[in-house]
Antibody, heavy 124, light 113 residues
Framework: QLQLHESGPGLVKPSETLSLICNVS??????????WGWIRQPPGRGLEWIGS???????YYNPSLKSRVTISVDTSKSQFSLRLTSVTGADTALYYC????????????????WGQGTLVTVSS | DIVMTQSPDSLAVSLGERATINCKSS????????????LSWYQQKPGQPPKLLIYWASARDSGVPDRFSGSGSGTDFTLTIDSLQAEDVAVYYCQQYYSSPQTFGQGTKVEIK
């Protein structure tokens, strides 16, 4: 059974960099059939896709965050990571990692597995 | 960006009755080359991550009860919950993955009347 687990600091100061890791277990992060993504949800609000990465390092980013976001993959550690620079209070959210299906046409697709999420608060 | 608009924002349904949630995309999410609608539905219960219910607009994910069904094509989609159960109380989201950035609807809260 696939499991994803987010980890990282729960508190980040304004203007600093938010860094999270998603550990993947129960399946190969190097599979050609999946992308791996980050999604966030501000408290009491809806879902926002941040971006996704393929095992090869190919990435897709949300243009609204693109200038501040880097998503990378480390297949040797079976993990992928999120870096978000110059954070503000608007970046306070529950951050989820997830797995996207993909079979090569207009991907990545829907998210079939999600981590439990990690709350990141931006505050001094 | 493709804007996803759900209606209603919330609804209250009696146990055993049908709940219907609509989702409209600002442009078609039907890819003509494979005739697939790049549209999914998720259920999110309080304190839990979203759970995939439906993908390709009408394909039910493994283990999802058959009272959940998805329909529609192009720009208009519907999630139907037949015979609402107490455990179906949740917020439901549609999502398009036709083009980047992937976008979600604002969510529809389903409660028991």
């Amino acid at each position: 059974q696939l499991q994803l687990h987010e980890s990282g600091p729960g508190l980040v100061k304004p203007s600093e960099t938010l860094s999270l890791i998603c550990n993947v277990s129960g399946d190969s992060i190097s599979s050609r059939s999946y992308y791996w993504g980050w999604i966030r949800q501000p408290p009491g609000r809806g879902l926002e896709w941040i971006g996704s990465v393929y095992y090869s390092g190919t990435t897709y980013y949300n243009p609204s965050l693109k200038s501040r976001v880097t998503i990378s993959v480390d297949t040797s550690k079976s993990q992928f990571s999120l870096r978000l620079t110059s954070v503000t209070g608007a970046d306070t959210a529950l951050y989820y990692c997830g797995r996207h299906g993909y079979f090569g046409v207009r991907g990545p697709y829907y998210l079939d597995y999600w981590g439990q999420g990690t709350l990141v608060t931006v505050s001094s | 960006d493709i804007v996803m608009t759900q209606s209603p924002d919330s609804l209250a349904v009696s146990l055993g009755e049908r709940a219907t949630i609509n989702c409209k995309s600002s442009q078609s999410v039907l890819y003509s080359s494979n005739n697939k609608n790049y549209l999914s539905w998720y259920q999110q219960k309080p304190g839990q991550p979203p759970k995939l219910l439906i993908y390709w607009a009408s394909a039910r994910d493994s283990g999802v009860p058959d009272r959940f069904s998805g329909s529609g094509s192009g720009t208009d989609f519907t999630l139907t919950i037949d015979s609402l159960q107490a455990e179906d109380v949740a917020v439901y989201y549609c999502q398009q993955y036709y083009s980047s950035p992937q976008t979600f609807g604002q969510g529809t809260k389903v409660e028991i009347k």
